[in-house]
């Protein structure tokens, strides 16, 4: 999920199945007004129920967070330091000292979006582990700079560069908001172009599959950069011209071949952009 500021994003990953009925039947979710007028509480798992992934090893440049500092850093998760919510969970404002990483008082410091993977997430650990393994060793101006992680027990956090003009769904989507010009419309879509081109560089080639604007961050000067990977893959090799998948992204955004085929390329993010 993208660190989107502002009010909390709702964003649907799904199986091929659930992702057609979602998109034919378009359903209403579920009110819960009780939960819109309450105040989320972040709770944490003290017992860890399963050995950690031994087969995806975490980068050694990433910086490891104890649980406790990344409390201190973000007020002990306080309402008021979120910024947002996704699939994976909220995000929260930190500060942390810029040399030793250290938790450091508000306002001084390196400011830093903090992620925490919720306990019924849908992503899941998978995703959290596909996302270290991606951001912690892939390097770009038009991607999201991943500092570090905390994993103690089963509670999971990312710990990210903080884009101080949130994501560009709210600058395009939200009410009472300035239009953009038209030329930091066209920067932006350069920047999102430059970030894609790096990743289909690699070898192999890296399909991102969730490509929105609540993914898209913006920097202080509007550069835009590619946050979220974790529903990213390693597309095809050799002869090979596309991977086989199950249907996963965003309603609305998946190319359509996608969905009716599982079969994706690096064109299917190519379609997200459009």
């Known amino acids: 999920m993208g660190i989107c500021v502002g009010k909390p994003a709702n964003v649907a990953h799904a199986s091929s199945g659930q992702f057609l009925d979602d998109m034919i039947n378009n359903k209403v979710k579920s009110s819960s007004k009780d939960s819109k007028n309450q105040t989320k509480t972040v709770t944490f798992n003290k017992v860890s129920k399963a050995p950690r992934d031994q087969n995806l090893p975490i980068p050694i440049n990433l910086k490891a967070f104890s649980l406790h500092d990344l409390k201190t850093a973000t007020k002990n998760f306080r309402p008021d330091s979120l910024l947002g919510e996704g699939g994976f969970g909220q995000v929260f404002k930190g500060w942390i000292d810029e040399t030793t ?10 400011v830093v979006a903090v992620k925490i993977l919720k306990a019924d997430s849908r992503q899941g650990h998978r995703e959290w582990l596909t996302e270290l393994e991606y951001m912690g060793r892939l390097h770009h101006k038009n991607l999201v700079k991943l500092i570090g992680y905390s994993e103690e027990c089963e509670n999971r956090l990312l ?16 009410k009472n908001v300035q239009p953009m010009p038209w030329a930091t419309r066209m920067r932006i879509a350069i920047d999102v172009a430059e970030g894609l081109a790096f990743l289909h560089s690699k070898v192999p080639c890296i399909i991102y599959r969730d490509l929105k604007a609540s993914n898209i961050l913006l920097d202080t000067e509007f550069n835009a950069k590619l ?16 991977v086989s998948t199950r249907v996963v992204g965003t309603n609305g955004y998946a190319a359509p071949e996608y969905i009716a085929t599982g079969m994706f390329d690096s064109l299917g993010c190519i379609y997200n952009k459009r």
């Open 101 to 110: 990483f250290a938790p450091a008082k508000p306002g001084t410091g390196l």
């Open 159 to 174: 710990v990210y560069e903080y884009m101080p003009k949130g994501c560009l769904d709210n600058h395009l989507f939200k």
């Open 227 to 242: 946050s979220d990977f974790g529903l990213a893959r390693n597309g095809p090799v050799g002869d090979n011209t596309h």
